[in-house]
C-alpha cells in the first residue's frame, strides 16, 4: 500500500485526466469549434493539466513500471514484428502525408489543400520541437535501463519522457480529423495512433506515462496550430 504522501502525484494526475478528457471529448470539439476565445482559454488550462498529469504520473513510479511489467512481459512475441513495424512507420507516415496534400492542392490548384500542408507541417514541427525540450528538460532515462527486467527490442538514445512516436501520432491523427471532420477518417487515423501507442510499451522502450503525455501534447499541438493557421489565414481550414 502506498503511504498518503505517494498518492498525492497520483490523485493530482487521475484529476488532470479528468479535467484533460472533458476539454477533448466529442461535445466539446463540437462546441468550441464555434467559440475559439472560450477554446483558446480551455486549451491553455488544459495544457496547464497535461503538465500536471505528466509530472505526477513521473513521480507516482510505482504505477507506471507495474503496468509496463504487465504488458512488456506477457506479450505476444509472435507480434513483435507486427509493432515494430507500426511504431518505425510513424514518422515516414508523417512525413509523406503532408506531401501527399501538397501535391494533390498543386495539381488541383486547390488552396484548401496547400493550406492543408501549412497547418500538418507546422503542427507536426510544434510537437515535434515541444517533445524533444522535454526530453531533455525532464531527461528520463528509458525504462529497460532503469529496469533490467523489461525486454526492449530495440534500443534507443534519446531520453524517454515523453514518447516522440506517440506524439507525433497523435499530432497527425488530430490534425486529420480537425481538417475534414469525418468520423471514419477520425476512426482510422486513431486507431492508427493508438496502436502506436500501444507500441512503444509492448516493445519495452516507453512508460505508460511517456505515452499518454505523448497522446495528450500530440492532440494540444495538433489544436493550437488548427486555430492559428485559422487566424491568420482568414478561416482557410
Known sequence: NLCPLKTIPLRLGVYAY???????????????????????????ISLTFITLLSFSICFAQNPDIDLLKTINLNRDLALDT???VVTHLAY????????????IGVVKN???GKHQF?????????AFSFTETLKYLVNRPRPYITYAIIQNTTLVGSPSFPSGHTT???????????LFRKWYIAVVAYLWALLVLYS?????VHYPSDVIAGALLGS????????????????AL
Open 18 to 44: 479528468k479535467r484533460i478528457t472533458t476539454f477533448f471529448s466529442l461535445e466539446s470539439i463540437i462546441y468550441y469549434s464555434s467559440n475559439r476565445t472560450t477554446c483558446m482559454r480551455r486549451f491553455i
Open 82 to 84: 507486427f509493432f515494430s
Open 200 to 204: 512503444r510499451i509492448d516493445l519495452g
Open 220 to 235: 494540444g499541438t495538433a489544436w493550437l496550430c488548427y486555430f492559428i493557421v485559422n487566424r491568420y489565414h482568414r478561416n
Open 118 to 126: 501549412i497547418y500538418l507541417v507546422l503542427s507536426l514541427l510544434l
Open 168 to 178: 507525433i501520432s497523435f499530432t497527425l491523427a488530430t490534425a486529420l480529423f480537425l
Open 110 to 112: 486547390n488552396f484548401f
Open 92 to 103: 515516414p507516415i508523417a512525413f509523406i502525408l503532408p506531401l501527399l496534400l501538397l501535391l
